[in-house]
């Protein structure tokens, strides 16, 4: 069913529910991450910009596992991710998007050598 709805769409839809509670705005999110196209990601860096907090961590929750059916477990957007994710981990100051980061980061491959 929400194959019919575009991506821009479901994003509109997801930061609407950004603030429930339910599976709704968990299935929108798990329906983009298996998008994974590259105008999902550069909307979701769009997102991680934000002024409000509940909005990046949103971007990042998306973020964190784009293009989950890849079988390269790089995926195509892993180095602008970690990237980004340990960019914002140096100056964020919100406890929300901290833990968003965090498990963010857990679900990616991080090498920092």
Same mark, same amino acid.
């Given at each position: 069913?929400?194959?019919s709805?575009s991506?821009?769409v479901?994003?509109?839809?997801?930061?609407?529910?950004?603030?429930?509670d339910g599976?709704? %705005?968990?299935?929108?999110?798990h329906?983009?991450?298996?998008?994974? !196209?590259? @105008?999902i990601?550069? $909307?979701?860096?769009g997102l991680?910009v934000?002024?409000n907090?509940?909005?990046r961590? %949103?971007?990042?929750?998306i973020l964190?596992?784009l293009?989950?059916? !890849?079988n @390269?477990p790089?995926? $195509?957007?892993?180095?602008e991710?970690?990237?980004?994710?340990?960019?914002?981990?140096?100056?964020?100051?919100?406890n929300?998007?901290?833990?968003?980061?965090?498990?963010g980061l857990?679900?990616?491959?991080v090498?920092v050598?």
């Open positions: 069913m929400m194959e709805i991506s821009d479901l994003i509109q839809q997801c930061i609407a529910l950004v603030h429930s599976n709704e %705005l968990w299935d929108k999110i329906e983009l991450r298996e998008r994974g !196209t590259r @105008d990601y550069d $909307q979701c860096v991680c934000s002024d907090p509940c909005i961590a %949103l971007g990042v929750d964190c596992q293009d989950v059916r !890849t @390269d790089r995926k $195509q957007f892993h180095k991710t970690v990237d980004l994710f340990l960019k914002m981990l140096a100056t964020e100051e919100s929300e998007v901290l833990y968003s980061l965090g498990v857990g679900h990616i491959d090498d050598d």
